[in-house]
T-cell receptor, first 115, second 114 residues
């Protein structure tokens, strides 16, 4: 149980385009989802926390208009990287939690490459 | 402030040798502690977790960790390392506050010599 999926696993796009990444909790209802980014050989940096049905809370330094987060249902959150640039190339990981468990369950990650 | 420190960036051990990865945390409430492993290009795999109770926690793949409140530490150990253990290891602390928001350490890269 407690499986989280991400789609796509890899995406390559041109500079200036927008990319949407989906995060789904497959067998539980996720009241909260988190989005992280990880640069090569670095740790995970929390970008934002999203609760179902409300606006995401962004960490300091993360541009809200650049990284649009939608948590429209208890099993789906999306991260849209708008007008992507090469510096947005990174590994994006989502996680989900439910009030039942005191932990987060992580997705497998999405590798974004912006040319 | 909430934070996690993993003082060792890289560690190299010989296959069959014992391993200890250090983790120190700062957290203002009752901590929930986790160790994850990440292979290159992959997501995170949970090795073990501590919420309460017995301070020595057993995990998968033969790993264990000990919670020491007085030292604010949660070190990961394995008595005999296998070549397949080579990976990046992350310690994380969370709690009931902030919807279980996690704070990650910077990671320790483990190399295993044959």
């Amino acid at each position: 149980g407690a499986v989280v999926s991400q789609h796509p696993s890899r995406v390559i796009c041109k500079s200036g385009t927008s990319v949407k990444i989906e995060c789904r909790s497959l067998d539980f209802q996720a009241t909260t989802m988190f989005w992280y980014r990880q640069f090569p050989k670095q740790s995970l940096m929390l970008m934002a926390t999203s609760n179902e049905g409300s606006k995401a809370t962004y960490e300091q330094g993360v541009e809200k208009d650049k990284f649009l987060i939608n948590h429209a249902s208890l099993t789906l959150s999306t991260l849209t990287v708008t007008s992507a640039h090469p510096e947005d190339s990174s590994f994006y990981i989502c996680s989900a939690r439910t009030n039942i468990y005191n932990e987060q369950f992580f997705g497998p990650g999405t590798r974004l490459t912006v040319l | 402030a909430q934070s996690v420190t993993q003082p060792d960036i890289h560690i190299t051990v010989s296959e069959g040798a014992s391993l200890e990865l250090r983790c120190n945390y700062s957290y203002g409430a009752t901590p929930y502690l986790f160790w994850y492993v990440q292979s290159p290009g992959q997501g995170l795999q949970l090795l073990l977790k501590y919420f309460s109770g017995d301070t020595l926690v057993q995990g998968i793949k033969g790993f264990e960790a000990e919670f020491k409140r007085s030292q604010s530490s949660f070190n990961l150990r394995k008595p005999s390392v296998h070549w397949s253990d080579a990976a990046e290891y992350f310690c994380a602390v969370g709690g009931k506050d902030n919807f279980n928001k996690f704070y990650f350490g910077s990671g320790t890269k483990l190399n295993v010599k044959p």
